[in-house]
């Protein structure tokens, strides 16, 4: 007899109370936007380390497989569980890297390489020497199963526009892609002082 997943039982208690300022989707996705805003600052403030760069990779995709686990909650919650398989299809074409980040972060979690929606892809870093554009340093790139390559800054930057359109097709966010409190303090530290525009609204 196969051993069967035990059902954790629900606290009733909200996310918050672990995750301080966590409680929703749009919260979420304020998270994916950091962790890419960390991975941007270490790729220049750390040009010639490995395991930095690496570590703030993870931890984006992490975060997107989070987003994703809390999207398909809210989802069924409600629409029924039975709008999940079709949700995910879904978002595996409004969102292409979606599966890549999955299977990072579960093999990540589970200590065994996962192949489950990026079939043989893999990380690799380069070293990219210096041009008129960039300095020199080591830069991680996706590479799909026909050896295609594509840069990790530019799929997470794309990952997060890509993952905000999804939040507002699916009625848990409207408007256009909002500058969170810590990110709009980071423009003004750079920058000197920038107007503070309202907050967009949180379905």
């Known amino acids: 007899m196969s051993a069967r997943r035990k059902t954790r039982p629900r606290t009733g208690r909200p996310p918050s109370d ?3 300022i966590i409680g929703n989707a749009v919260t979420m996705w304020e998270k994916l936007l950091w962790d890419t805003e960390v991975f941007t600052d270490i790729q220049r403030d750390f040009p010639h380390e490995k395991q930095p760069i690496s570590y703030a990779a993870i931890n984006v995709c992490i ?3 989070s987003l994703e686990n809390w999207v398909v ?4 919650e409600r629409d029924g569980r039975s709008a999940i398989p079709d949700f995910r299809q879904s978002l595996d074409k409004w969102i292409p890297n979606q599966g890549k980040c999955a299977d990072i972060a579960n093999t990540a979690k589970h200590a ?3 192949d489950d929606r990026w079939k043989g892809g893999s990380v690799e ?10 300095p020199s340093a080591w830069a991680l790139y996706h590479v799909d199963e026909d050896g295609n390559h594509a840069l990790a800054f ?11 359109q999804v939040l507002v097709n699916v009625g848990l966010a409207e408007g ?13 530290r750079i920058f000197g002082n920038i ?8 379905m």
Do not use: C, G, Y
């Open 63 to 65: 975060s997107a497989w």
């Open 154 to 164: 530019d799929v997470f930057s794309s990952l997060v526009n890509e993952w905000w």
């Open 125 to 134: 870093l380069f070293w990219d020497d210096l041009d008129e554009d960039a």
């Open 73 to 76: 909650k809210a989802v069924a």
């Open 176 to 188: 256009k892609r909002p500058t969170p409190d810590w990110l709009r303090m980071k423009f003004q």
């Open 195 to 202: 107007p503070v525009l309202p907050e967009p609204p949180i």
């Open 112 to 114: 065994e390489h996962r």
């Open 18 to 20: 672990h995750t301080v």
